[in-house]
């Protein structure tokens, strides 16, 4: 008679948005038995913000399984800054993939094989000496040989673990929209449609590029063009924005939908006043514009015996090097290589813990370094005239979301 087989490695993955999916993803092909733990009702379909990739982002993505093609995003080859006259000041040559977030959770939901738990509202976890532990607002409870947190940048998780790891606003906001290929005036088209474009007005900063449209679709005539627009917010400004039509203050972030229509007339008013008119047009066409206050967040350490924080969970860097997704995917790479190389969970993530904290701090200094023009706004000043020579074309096009090494 054969030796039974032991049962697989159990872990339950909080939040099923793409950083959790790459864990899961990974850790089923390591061959541990994965669960994913996700508090809305439904699959997260249907956001379309844009996402920049690179190479380390392909090699996370070909690991957790899957098959990458033309199909996975936009290609450009120029990045491009227009003056406020719609005049190209500056252009350089960077090839670049663009593909948006339904894109990225599309094609990693059909990878995991596993079980995705919807309403599945996480209210506590703890470790044990030989499982971890995870309940549900309904009071269920339900035990794992790991619980990975992977629960975005207002995680649960990390508010029980680490009540004094808190977001710290940066001082401006970052409106985004996306707006339909054929929504485009020729004009603007064929100006910045197949380019990764920046404008560079007095004390904002916007950019924009091609990305997958309805359905993820990369078709020609079919994708959307993705903006997002820094502006200078303090914060009695900020909680005006984020105030509705009914007096109510969504401190946590504002639905898109319940923005006023007069702080929509306004940011329309100013795109036309300060931008180049194509981006002015971008703006005003977006059917839904949505703005996100900028945070900072780091924490030190990331492991808490069999728990583990994993995305913005952890470290919430400025978006303006693109990095957020490729970090949750190196931070699931080295999750599961760190667990292969270790004798148990816990030294497993304490491994994991103690080399992507260092990899989360730097990703973070490093976005602060290129948002400090927009933080300057609210300061001095001198601070201000500091940013301003570093704020050249050439500057904010060189190191705008490209690929480093951390």
């Excluded at 049962?7 to 948005?17: D, E, H, T």
């Excluded at 920049?52 to 957790?64: N, Q, R, S």
């Excluded at 948006?100 to 044990?128: D, I």
């Excluded at 066409?285 to 990331?302: A, K, W």
């Amino acid at each position: 008679m054969n030796a039974a087989q032991p049962s697989p490695r159990k872990a339950i993955v909080i939040g099923g948005s793409v950083g959790g999916l790459f864990a899961a993803n990974l850790l089923s092909r390591a061959g541990w038995e994965v669960e994913i733990f996700e508090r809305t009702p439904e699959a997260l379909t249907g956001r379309g913000a844009g996402i920049v990739t690179h190479p380390e982002l392909f090699e996370a993505l070909a690991a957790a399984g899957v098959t990458v093609d033309d199909s996975i995003g936009v290609s450009v080859n120029t990045r491009v800054t227009l003056a406020r006259d719609g005049s190209a000041v500056s252009d350089r040559e960077l090839p670049q993939t663009l593909t948006a977030w339904g894109k990225m959770y599309e094609v990693l939901g059909k990878a995991f094989a596993g079980k995705y738990r919807t309403s599945a509202n996480v209210t506590g976890v703890a470790t044990h000496p030989d499982h971890a532990e995870v309940t549900l607002q309904d009071g269920s409870t339900y035990r794992a040989d790991m619980v990975i947190a992977a629960d975005g940048f207002r995680s649960g998780v990390r508010e029980q673990l680490l009540p004094s790891a808190q977001l710290e606003y940066a001082g401006y906001i970052a409106w985004r929209g996306l707006v339909d290929e054929t929504g485009l005036t020729p004009a603007t088209h064929g100006a910045i449609f197949d380019k990764f474009a920046f404008c560079l007005p007095p004390r904002e900063q916007i950019l924009g590029y091609p990305v997958a449209g309805d359905r993820n679709s990369t078709a020609p005539g079919e994708r959307r063009f993705n903006f997002v627009w820094y502006r200078a917010t303090c914060e009695d400004e900020l909680a005006d924005l984020l105030t509705d039509a009914q007096g109510k203050c969504w401190s946590s972030g504002i639905p898109p939908a319940l923005i006023r229509a007069d702080v929509l007339a306004d940011m329309e008013s100013a795109a036309a006043e300060l931008l180049a008119p194509q981006f002015a047009e971008v703006v005003a066409r977006t059917p839904q514009p949505l703005f996100q206050p900028i945070y900072d967040l780091t924490v030190s350490r990331m492991s808490f015996g069999r728990i583990a924080l994993l995305g913005d969970a952890a470290f919430v860097a400025r978006p303006h090097c693109g990095m957020g997704v490729t970090k949750a995917a190196g931070d699931a790479i080295a999750l599961v290589r760190a667990l292969d190389t270790s004798a148990t969970v816990e030294a497993g993530l304490e491994t994991y813990s103690a080399e992507r904290v260092q990899v989360g701090q730097a990703i973070v200094e490093h976005a602060r370094h290129l948002g400090a023009y927009m933080q300057a706004q609210l300061k001095s000043d001198e601070d201000r005239a500091m940013a301003e020579r570093y704020r050249t074309p050439e500057a904010v096009m060189r190191e705008t979301a490209v690929s480093r090494r951390f």
